[in-house]
């Protein structure tokens, strides 16, 4: 008799255990329709699905992303690492860690999370950028410029990258370089939009300033005024007048 009971239970376990995991699933799936446009229910999904599966490594990664954009970067280094602990080869949660630790001024140990992330993927234009840009926070000028080269040869449509790689290149006294990726950045950011008025600004200045361009500078100043960078028209008085 005893024997038939504990049989029987092994049979309803195992049954369960689908049942569990499919439940987890749901709340996973959940979680991540609600990171955007409701991240403390996201959050609230994701733990229901680690509270069904301890080991759903996808879960913490996910509720990791949903505290950061909650702006709760120490819940989610944390969670970042659980996922790590369960799959050392996460590139995501690396980089995620990254971008937490970064968030919180710790670029150092960022970089080491995105460099294990390049190392799994070596194709991984976001990391380059990110680790970059921890580089040149740290005043790394060098180190930033190869990375945000590497970014830029992977992927070459992302505007803000040249935009990064021109302030960069400012530290380095690269006056000429700097002057072309602001020039690409505006082109890839759209001439007449918004998001290039500071970069009209900055490479108006840098004409100005280092390149002895100053009518191209101040027609910048004036394109960046016109787009809407109210601090431009003190520039002009300042340079132009």
């Given at each position: 008799m005893?024997?038939?009971i504990?049989?029987l239970?092994?049979?309803i376990l195992?049954?369960?255990?689908p049942?569990l ?6 709340y ?6 609600l ?13 229901k ?17 949903a505290?950061?954009n ?5 819940g ?8 790590i ?14 971008g ?33 840009d921890c ?6 000028s ?15 449509g ?23 990726d ?7 950011s759209?001439?007449?939009?918004s998001?290039s ?43 132009c007048?």
């Open positions: 005893k024997k038939y504990f049989n239970l092994i049979i195992l049954g369960t255990l049942l995991s499919q439940s987890a699933k749901y996973y799936d959940q979680g991540v329709k990171q955007i446009p409701d991240g403390y229910e996201s959050v609230s999904n994701f733990t699905a680690i509270s069904l599966n301890p080991n759903y490594a996808e879960a913490y990664q996910g509720r990791a992303v505290k950061s909650l702006t709760d970067y120490r989610a280094v944390d969670d970042y690492s659980k996922a602990k369960l799959n050392p080869n996460y590139e995501e949660a690396y980089s995620g860690r990254g937490a630790l970064s968030a919180q001024s710790l670029y150092t140990t960022a970089i080491k999370d995105y460099t294990r992330a390049i190392e799994l993927n070596s194709k991984n234009s976001y990391c380059y950028y990110f680790r970059g580089k040149s926070k740290l005043a790394d060098r180190g930033a410029e190869d990375d945000f080269c590497r970014a830029i040869e992977l992927f070459n992302n505007y803000f990258w040249y935009w990064a790689r021109a302030d960069n290149r400012l530290k380095l006294r690269d006056y000429l370089g700097a002057d072309f602001y020039t690409r950045a505006i082109e890839l759209g001439i007449e939009s998001l008025n500071d970069i009209f600004y900055e490479r108006g200045l840098n004409r100005i300033n280092n390149l002895n361009q100053r009518e191209n500078g101040c027609r910048d100043l004036s394109k960046s005024g016109e787009l809407g960078y109210k601090y431009a028209y003190d520039s002009i008085k300042l340079y007048n």
